[in-house]
Nanobody
């Protein structure tokens, strides 16, 4: 069983930065691709960024390219999402997810078996 706990969300002004963290329990972290997704009110959950098992490959949604960066520390069982130049439209609940057994980057939510409870990010204008 894998448990994921996100932290680092909060209220920030437009143009500001936040770093989200996701701490994973269990022994599968280093064997799992990881991803971040988000869901804004009234909208469907959408892909934000993903990272391969090794951390050498990443992918992100076009809307956040150049502003958001995903990284991981396998020694700490933690994945991060660094967000800069935040915009009001980035307001959402951000979820991290784990895809055990996947080596490469995974962008489809159906491939992820485990999800965190989410952390709220609110960007004021």
């Amino acid at each position: 069983q894998v448990q994921l706990v996100e932290s680092g969300g909060g209220l920030v002004q437009a143009g500001g930065s936040l770093r989200l963290s996701c701490a994973a329990s269990g022994r599968t972290f280093s064997n799992s691709a990881m991803g971040w997704f988000r869901q804004a009110p009234g909208k469907e959950r959408e892909f934000v960024a993903a990272i391969s098992r090794s951390g050498r490959s990443t992918n992100s949604a076009d809307s956040v390219k150049g502003r958001f960066a995903i990284s991981r520390d396998n020694a700490k069982n933690t994945v991060y999402l660094q967000m800069i130049s935040l915009k009001p439209e980035n307001t959402a609940v951000y979820y991290c997810a784990s895809a055990p057994g996947y080596t490469a980057v995974v962008v489809t939510p159906n491939a992820y078996n485990y999800w965190g409870q989410g952390t709220q990010v609110t960007v004021s204008s």
